[in-house]
């Protein structure tokens, strides 16, 4: 079924150590010959994710144990996947920071602090999260939630350059991690939410120089075009495109083909979402929801294959790329595969973006198949709210049937596995879009969105959210296995050669899965929600399972109530390294969350009150959670002793006094009546929460 594992790409990134010892190194920072580590982002160049080493395998797995913890020095979510060269852990924490470990130990080497202003936080949509690190050279490679990206000295931590590689005035972000390739280390951004126009970056890694910069959607007509296929991109987009933005970031997903010489990037949503607002009268609006295949030295466009063309759901086809060799119909195919967010799992050919197949991996209702000849989703007309003007319930929703949480690919099974979930939301229209610098810009209506709070038809929908592991086989073009999770985002995914899977889920808990058929073999309760990927690495001979806790990212700061469901959150992040035989305690931790209970007591008339509704799931709930109910991430406002004071509550919403941590002044946006209106409705809520035994 599938054709020899690549092995050129293998070796990438997983160097077998032939030294004893790294001259110039401290004793700490020593590998063992033979060590496997984890040197770059997808554990190889072709992203798979899936480590060669087999001394924790299904046989004695269960053996595994806690060998040590490291703290991170922040409670918000740890996407990120650690980096281990040469006996030395490097990983980004939450705020953009970066942390180097003895691998052995989780001794703290150094913490290198990117002093992102608070103020950034505004404009992350899904958290001040970071997905890690690059290394090349001795220097380690960090992007910055305020848009920098800065070279560490790897031995020290200190600082070696810092360029700045977006328009601070614009609203972008970047949470990726960087990749190098031939000298260059490449970054995107963030950002469609709120109205930016996506790009990548490739940088010199010794200096720090711009080498090329690749636009993703095409800017004002009457400008010169960056790239001649800009030209032709121009020609799928309608209207006043470049003045919203367009959106198209890439966020997060690339890859590596040396033997093509081809970096694959993952292109995100529209902005605004809704395509009525931002290409009137249609298009396919390249190059939005793509995958785009450039030449590493110059940023060259090859080709790209679209997979929800003039997208309106924030079906972003960022999520993880991973190249592989198989064996379909009897030839041995170069591929690409990708399970983007909207549903259907593709198969490329990598030389030339030719689509092999693409089937669905979730419940799907906006397309009902995808034309193998054209390469073009059938889509549902109804699903087409832009146009209709109707609300339409789909599924999956902007969180997608799969975000950006890694999958993993092992060669020896075939199987792709998959971090799914359930999670249908309603698009509706919005009437009166007028757009924010202090808000997302979609053009959908997140207040007629919000979770009803009618007991029964709340109950239906915190019901209906569901969370997979699904064993996928891109040959067979179908699901081999699945395990069911109560609640949506959970970990991403590592495969080893032991035959194990392993991956962490929101309710607090690492487990190891079998790779053949998806039996539990072994599960550590981690008192935190994961979200992030383990990885695998050997050291001084020993192999070690790792893995960042720490609840976070857009769900729980969105989906208010739905994510609190089967989550455990409120704690600093931290590393946990396994290791079989090894039995340490997890350390005690005190909730990071300190929220001091008061008396709830609502004022105002219900007008108000509705108007504070409106006004909250506009400019509040993004962060603060749908309806007013935290997703354990953030301070729950219903018990916020701020909310009972109309001063101290003024003081941070239209004074910016927690600024420092994230929350800034809204007073741009926000007059004090509308503050008020605002409290009022938190008021409410606290009350109606309070009566009901609801969280
Ligand atoms: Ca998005």
Same mark, same amino acid.
Not at 101 to 126: I, M, N, T, Y
């Given at each position: 079924?599938?054709?020899?594992?690549?092995?050129?790409?293998?070796?990438?990134?997983?160097?077998?150590?032939?030294?004893?010892?790294?001259?110039?190194?401290?004793?700490?920072?020593?590998?063992?010959?033979?060590?496997?580590?984890?040197?770059?982002?997808?554990?190889?160049?072709?992203?798979?994710? @899936?480590?060669?080493?087999?001394?924790?395998?299904?046989?004695?797995?269960?053996?595994?144990?806690?060998?040590?913890?490291?703290? +991170?020095?922040?409670?918000?979510?740890?996407?990120?996947?650690?980096?281990?060269?040469?006996?030395?852990?490097?990983?980004?924490?939450?705020?953009?920071?970066?942390?180097?470990? &003895?691998?052995?130990?989780?001794?703290?080497?150094?913490?290198?602090?990117?002093?992102?202003?608070?103020?950034?936080?505004?404009?992350?949509?899904?958290?001040?999260?970071?997905?890690?690190?690059?290394?090349?050279?001795?220097?380690?490679?960090?992007?910055?939630? &305020?848009?920098?990206?800065?070279?560490?000295?790897?031995?020290?931590?200190?600082?070696?350059?810092?360029?700045?590689?977006?328009?601070?005035?614009?609203?972008?972000?970047?949470?990726?991690?960087?990749?190098?390739?031939?000298?260059?280390?490449?970054?995107?951004?963030?950002?469609?939410?709120?109205?930016?126009?996506?790009?990548?970056?490739?940088?010199?890694?010794?200096?720090?120089?711009?080498?090329?910069?690749?636009?993703?959607?095409?800017?004002?007509?009457?400008?010169?075009?960056?790239?001649?296929?800009?030209?032709?991109?121009?020609?799928?987009?309608?209207?006043?495109?470049?003045?919203?933005?367009? #959106?198209?970031?890439?966020?997060?997903?690339?890859?590596?083909?040396?033997?093509?010489?081809?970096?694959?990037?993952?292109?995100?949503?529209?902005?605004?979402?809704?395509?009525?607002?931002?290409?009137?009268?249609?298009?396919?609006?390249?190059?939005?929801? %793509?995958?785009?295949?450039?030449?590493?030295?110059?940023?060259?466009?090859?080709?790209?294959?679209?997979?929800?063309?003039?997208?309106?759901? &924030?079906?972003?086809?960022?999520? @993880?790329?991973?190249?592989?060799?198989?064996?379909?119909?009897?030839?041995?195919?170069?591929?690409?595969?990708?399970?983007?967010?909207?549903? +259907?799992?593709?198969?490329?050919?990598?030389? &030339?973006?030719?689509?092999?197949?693409?089937?669905?991996? %979730?419940?799907?209702?906006?397309?009902?198949?995808?034309?193998?000849?054209?390469?073009?989703?059938?889509?549902?007309?109804?699903?087409?709210?832009?146009?209709?003007?109707?609300?339409?319930?789909?599924?999956?929703?902007?969180?997608?049937? @799969?975000?950006?949480?890694?999958? %993993?690919?092992?060669?020896?099974?075939?199987?792709?596995?998959?971090?799914?979930?359930?999670?249908?939301?309603?698009?509706?229209?919005?009437?009166?879009?007028?757009?924010?610098?202090?808000?997302?810009?979609?053009?959908?209506?997140?207040?007629?969105?919000?979770?009803?709070?009618?007991?029964?038809?709340?109950?239906?929908?915190?019901? %209906?959210?569901?969370?997979?592991?699904?064993?996928?086989?891109?040959?067979?073009?179908?699901?081999?296995?699945?395990?069911?999770?109560?609640?949506?985002?959970?970990?991403?995914?590592?495969?080893?050669?032991? *035959?194990?899977? +392993?991956?962490?889920?929101?309710?607090?808990?690492?487990?190891?899965?079998?790779?053949?058929?998806?039996?539990?073999?072994?599960?550590?309760?981690?008192?935190?929600?994961?979200?992030?990927?383990?990885?695998?690495?050997?050291?001084?001979?020993?192999?070690?399972?790792?893995?960042?806790? *720490?609840?976070?990212?857009?769900?729980?700061?969105?989906?208010?109530?739905?994510?609190?469901?089967?989550?455990?959150?409120?704690?600093?992040? !931290?590393?946990?390294?396994?290791?079989?035989?090894? !039995?340490?305690?997890?350390?005690?931790?005190?909730?990071?969350?300190?929220?001091?209970?008061?008396?709830?007591?609502?004022? #105002?008339?219900?007008?108000?009150?509705?108007?504070?509704?409106?006004?909250?799931?506009?400019?509040?709930?993004?962060?603060?959670?749908?309806?007013?109910?935290?997703?354990?991430?953030?301070?729950?406002?219903?018990?916020?002793?701020?909310?009972?004071?109309?001063?101290?509550?003024?003081?941070?919403?239209?004074?910016?006094?927690?600024?420092?941590?994230?929350?800034?002044?809204?007073?741009?946006?926000?007059?004090?009546?509308?503050?008020?209106?605002?409290?009022?409705?938190?008021?409410?809520?606290?009350?109606?929460?309070?009566?009901?035994?609801?969280?």
């Amino acid at each position: 079924m599938v054709g020899e594992a690549p092995v050129p790409l293998l070796i990438q990134g997983m160097v077998v150590h032939r030294l004893l010892m790294i001259a110039g190194l401290a004793a700490a920072q020593m590998a063992l010959a033979a060590d496997v580590e984890w040197q770059v982002h997808g554990g190889n160049a072709a992203e798979m994710r @899936h480590s060669p080493l087999t001394q924790v395998n299904t046989r004695n797995v269960g053996d595994l144990g806690l060998a040590w913890a490291a703290d +991170f020095d922040s409670a918000r979510g740890q996407e990120a996947t650690p980096l281990v060269v040469d006996g030395v852990i490097y990983s980004s924490s939450s705020w953009s920071n970066v942390y180097a470990f &003895d691998a052995r130990s989780g001794r703290r080497l150094w913490k290198f602090d990117a002093r992102v202003p608070g103020e950034a936080a505004v404009h992350a949509c899904c958290d001040v999260v970071n997905r890690g690190v690059a290394y090349s050279n001795g220097r380690i490679f960090v992007g910055t939630l &305020d848009g920098r990206l800065i070279a560490l000295n790897a031995r020290t931590g200190k600082a070696i350059w810092s360029v700045m590689t977006v328009d601070p005035i614009q609203p972008y972000t970047v949470t990726g991690a960087p990749r190098i390739i031939k000298g260059k280390v490449l970054i995107g951004n963030g950002g469609a939410e709120f109205g930016v126009r996506g790009y990548v970056s490739a940088y010199d890694t010794a200096t720090g120089k711009l080498v090329w910069r690749f636009y993703t959607v095409p800017g004002n007509p009457t400008d010169p075009a960056e790239a001649p296929v800009l030209r032709r991109a121009a020609q799928t987009w309608n209207g006043e495109w470049w003045k919203a933005g367009g #959106g198209g970031t890439v966020w997060d997903s690339m890859a590596y083909d040396p033997q093509l010489d081809l970096l694959y990037i993952g292109v995100g949503n529209g902005s605004p979402w809704n395509q009525r607002l931002r290409s009137p009268g249609g298009g396919d609006n390249l190059f939005l929801s %793509s995958i785009v295949a450039l030449r590493p030295e110059t940023g060259t466009y090859v080709w790209h294959y679209q997979t929800t063309p003039g997208e309106m759901w &924030d079906y972003t086809a960022t999520q @993880h790329i991973i190249l592989a060799d198989l064996v379909i119909g009897g030839v041995k195919r170069h591929v690409l595969m990708q399970a983007p967010k909207n549903g +259907f799992f593709y198969v490329l050919d990598r030389a &030339d973006g030719k689509l092999l197949s693409a089937d669905a991996y %979730s419940k799907i209702n906006w397309a009902s198949g995808v034309d193998l000849d054209t390469g073009r989703p059938r889509m549902n007309p109804e699903a087409n709210y832009a146009v209709s003007g109707k609300p339409w319930l789909a599924s999956p929703g902007p969180l997608g049937a @799969h975000n950006w949480h890694p999958m %993993s690919f092992d060669p020896q099974t075939g199987l792709v596995f998959i971090p799914t979930f359930e999670l249908a939301f309603p698009y509706v229209p919005d009437e009166h879009f007028q757009r924010s610098n202090m808000a997302v810009n979609l053009g959908v209506d997140l207040n007629a969105a919000s979770l009803p709070q009618e007991p029964q038809a709340k109950s239906a929908v915190l019901e %209906s959210v569901r969370g997979h592991l699904i064993a996928w086989d891109p040959v067979g073009k179908k699901k081999v296995w699945d395990v069911v999770y109560p609640a949506a985002w959970n970990g991403g995914v590592l495969s080893t050669a032991g *035959g194990v899977v +392993f991956q962490g889920d929101a309710g607090g808990h690492i487990s190891a899965y079998q790779a053949s058929d998806g039996v539990k073999l072994w599960s550590f309760n981690t008192e935190e929600g994961i979200v992030a990927p383990p990885i695998a690495y050997s050291a001084n001979g020993e192999q070690y399972i790792l893995v960042a806790a *720490g609840w976070g990212g857009v769900y729980p700061l969105l989906t208010g109530e739905i994510a609190l469901k089967s989550s455990r959150a409120g704690h600093v992040g !931290r590393l946990l390294a396994f290791k079989l035989g090894a !039995r340490s305690e997890l350390p005690k931790q005190s909730n990071a969350t300190v929220t001091r209970a008061v008396e709830p007591k609502s004022f #105002g008339d219900e007008a108000t009150v509705q108007r504070g509704k409106g006004l909250y799931q506009r400019f509040c709930g993004g962060c603060h959670g749908d309806a007013a109910v935290s997703g354990g991430v953030l301070p729950d406002l219903r018990r916020s002793s701020y909310a009972s004071s109309g001063a101290a509550w003024n003081n941070i919403v239209l004074e910016g006094a927690l600024r420092e941590r994230g929350m800034v002044s809204f007073s741009a946006e926000l007059s004090r009546e509308d503050s008020e209106a605002v409290r009022a409705y938190v008021a409410m809520r606290a009350v109606e929460s309070s009566a009901s035994t609801a969280h």
